[in-house]
Every structure is written in structure tokens, then in C-alpha cells.
């Protein structure tokens, strides 16, 4: 499988005249999903890594970006749901943990909270999710129920945006550092402990589908499910550019303060 095969794809799928006849093949498709669709080449982020936007800007970022991340052991909850194999639920259930942290021990949502508290905003604002675009709601809210009407594969498969996790979060970090007075290494503190886990978990979701995906319908429906979650990552930044680099922000969402 080349990339020259793959120019059928379409915002949707891989096209219909795909057929991944291998593991091999279906890996090699899922990279060239995330080299061609991750979010890490949307224009939002090349501002934001880039030192373009203002605080306020950052502020609307990360205040959105916290329903994605408050919901995720939402969706993780509903992927262990689907299965009544007892390994892979041991196996899943340690996302959940990640991000809801455990009794004494921090997980990725408090520090997030780090970060939307560094940059200056009110905690209950945040958590009560009141401010955030639309768009970041409907996208966020069909995450979690194509995790749950569509089969364990690929909830399971919608996932692998992890696969190429670790490299957004290595320059996220130190764009951020070099380019804003307003983030200390603290406040940053959830992107450098998703650089351990996100290998570890896109690790098992890639093993899992290359195994279970023994057709080339099962591939093409693998390769579907990530390109619907590279679709909800980039439209979550599409309602962000349009907003907040715009200058478009819709009624009762969150308005920056002037500096």
C-alpha cells in the first residue's frame, strides 16, 4: 500500500476502491491517515506552538480543549461497556485513571485544571463548561456516541489519534515555554506526562485492531473510525480559528478580556 493509492479518500473514508488485504497494509494506512489528517497541521496550532496568538486567544483554546479532555474517561467508560472480554477491560480501564486521577494520586483532568488556572481562569467557570463554542459540545458529544453505536472495533480504533500524540505534545511544550511569559513548566505539566502514556495506550489500540480486523471491510472500517476522530480534533480547532482568530464568537461563548 502506497500513498499514491490512497487518493480516493474522502472527508468520510478510505474510498471504496481500497482494499487492505493485510495488517501490514492497514497500518501503513493508518499512518498516512495521521500524516495527512492529525490536527497537529491545523493553522490553530500553528499559531498557537508559534507564540501568534495572545493570552486571551490561549485562554479560549485550553477553556475548550477541557470538555474534550474532562470527557474522555466519559467515552473510556463507554468503550469498557462494550466488551465482555475481561482482559481487554482491565487493559482500557487504566485510561480512565489516567484522567480522573485515583484517591491521593492527580490525573491529566486536575492537571489540566493546572493549566486553565495558570492562564487565569476561574475553575468553576471552567468545570462548569458553560462558555465553551458549540461546535466543541456537538463534536466532543458525537465522540462519545460513536463510541457507543458503533462496534467494539472501532470504538477501539477511534482512539489512534494516540499514535501521533507524543510529537504534537513534545513542540506544544516547548513552543509554549519560548513563546508565553503566561506558562511555566507546571502549568504544562499534562502534555509532558501524556508523552509516557499515549505510546502505551496507542501501542495496545494498534495491536488490538491489527489483530481483530481480519477482513479488508474490518481494515476499511478501522481506517474509518480514524478518520472520524481526526475529524473531531479538527473541527474542534476549525470552531477556534473561526471564533477566536476571526473574530466570530457566538452568543454566551467566552469573551477574552481586553489586554
Known amino acids: 500500500m502506497n500513498a499514491a493509492s490512497l487518493t480516493g479518500m474522502t472527508a468520510l473514508s478510505i474510498g471504496k476502491d481500497i482494499r487492505l488485504n493485510s495488517a501490514e497494509e492497514l497500518e501503513a494506512t493508518l499512518r498516512h491517515i495521521g500524516a495527512t489528517r492529525y490536527h497537529s497541521l491545523h493553522p490553530f496550532h500553528k499559531l498557537l506552538h508559534g507564540g501568534k496568538l495572545n493570552k486571551g486567544q490561549v485562554q479560549a483554546w485550553a477553556l475548550n480543549r477541557y470538555y474534550y479532555q474532562s470527557t474522555i474517561p466519559i467515552k473510556d467508560a463507554v468503550v469498557i461497556s462494550r466488551f465482555r472480554d475481561r482482559a481487554t477491560r482491565v487493559e482500557w480501564r487504566h485510561r480512565i485513571e489516567d484522567h480522573d486521577g485515583d484517591v491521593g494520586s492527580e490525573g491529566g483532568i486536575e492537571r489540566w485544571l493546572k493549566l486553565t488556572e495558570g492562564l487565569g481562569l476561574d475553575t468553576a467557570y471552567v468545570e462548569s463548561t458553560e462558555g465553551i463554542l458549540p461546535a466543541t459540545r456537538f463534536a466532543v458529544e458525537a465522540y462519545v456516541h460513536y463510541c457507543r453505536e458503533k462496534s467494539p472495533l472501532e470504538a477501539i480504533a477511534s482512539s489512534l489519534t494516540e499514535l501521533f500524540a507524543p510529537n504534537l505534545h513534545e513542540e506544544r511544550i516547548s513552543g509554549m515555554l519560548e513563546h508565553y511569559d503566561f506558562v511555566n513548566p507546571d502549568t504544562m505539566s499534562y502534555f509532558k506526562r501524556r508523552l509516557a502514556q499515549a505510546p502505551r495506550d496507542a501501542g495496545f489500540a494498534l495491536d488490538y485492531v491489527k ?32 471564533a477566536y482568530v476571526e473574530g466570530h464568537i457566538p452568543p454566551g461563548a467566552f469573551v477574552p478580556k481586553a489586554s
Request: aromatic share 10%.
Open 211 to 242: 489483530a481483530h480486523a481480519r477482513t479488508p471491510e474490518e481494515r476499511a472500517s478501522v481506517c474509518n473510525a480514524l478518520i472520524f476522530k481526526t475529524n473531531v480534533l479538527w473541527v474542534q480547532l476549525d470552531a477556534l480559528y473561526h
